[in-house]
């Protein structure tokens, strides 16, 4: 597990993540690894790739298959000149096809028949967040593929577009709504439980909506749309390391820890950078 952090600004992006991994075994977890690579440039391009989840597939780190995906470039996706779009387009045709070849026939040997019962949510996977700029673009955006999900063509998810200047955050991030809203989703599900079970009737889209409006009202102000790049950095290694720390201190295993890495790219068309701490 991990979490992952990409903050848009006008200047560029910046990609944020932890750098443990979790070894899981038939019995729970056999090693946690604290160095971890998970923050990626991909080729030359103004664009990087920050991935969540499995760590690797079968016995290959995902890092590996993001190198396989440079040196093969399929259909020139690397060195065209194109789109973000196509770009994440790209890497999720060729993690579905990774996937397919090395999990489904491990799931498939453990599982047995009720594999194809299961949604694809509950089986396990990982997640990219890619960012950066599309060819002449001189501004951002942030694409999610999460892997087995998206397995159809075109089902990417666009998670900031250009212009959309905001963070968004990624898998183990209970602490950074709670910092951020005051309550992370699952406290917030139990009040309105308890708020249903009250009064009889289970709470309706309008009630949510109401209720989402009165944690959004007092839901911290940063103004993204004003932040310098160097401002934007600091932020998402602030968001990364209220993680880390977290898991740090809380019991159970730290599935978010080691160090801190992050990336950034501006729009003036050098590669996506992966900074020193």
């Known amino acids: 597990m991990t979490v992952a952090v990409s903050v848009n600004l006008s200047d560029g992006v910046i990609l944020g993540v932890d750098s443990a991994v979790t070894v899981p075994g038939a019995a729970g977890e056999v090693k946690i690894y604290e160095n971890a690579e998970k923050l990626f440039q991909l080729g030359d391009r103004p664009i990087g790739v920050a991935i969540y989840g499995l760590g690797a597939l079968g016995a290959r780190s995902i890092g590996s298959y993001l190198r396989e995906f440079e040196l093969r470039d399929p259909n020139g996706i690397v060195s065209a000149d194109n789109d973000l ?8 045709a060729f993690f579905t096809e990774r996937y397919d070849e090395v999990m489904w026939p491990a799931l498939k ?23 950066g700029f ?14 087995p999900q998206h397995g159809m063509p075109g089902s990417a998810h666009q998670i900031c577009g250009q212009g959309n200047f905001t963070v968004n955050w990624y898998a183990m991030s ?6 951020m809203n005051g309550m992370d989703s699952s406290t917030l599900t139990e009040i309105g439980t ?16 109401e209720v989402l409006a009165i944690v959004s009202k007092h839901a911290y102000n940063v103004p993204f ?6 401002e934007g950095v600091s932020y998402a290694r602030f968001l990364v390391e209220l993680c880390v720390n977290h898991q740090r201190f809380v019991g159970g295993s730290p599935l978010v820890g080691g ?14 950078q992966i900074l020193e701490k």
């Open 85 to 92: 779009a196509s770009v994440a387009e790209g890497l999720r």
């Open 109 to 131: 040997s453990a599982i047995g028949e009720k594999l194809d019962e299961l949604p694809k949510e509950r089986l396990p996977g990982f997640g990219l967040v890619v960012g």
């Open 134 to 147: 599309s060819s002449h673009a001189y501004l951002s955006e942030v694409w999610q593929i999460l892997i």
């Open 174 to 179: 209970d602490p950074i709504l709670r910092y």
């Open 194 to 209: 308890y708020f249903a079970n009250q009064r009889g009737t289970p709470l309706t889209g309008d009630d949510w909506k």
């Open 225 to 230: 749309w004003a932040m310098p790049i160097d």
């Open 259 to 272: 160090k801190v890495q992050i990336g950034r790219v501006t729009y003036k068309g050098e590669r996506f």
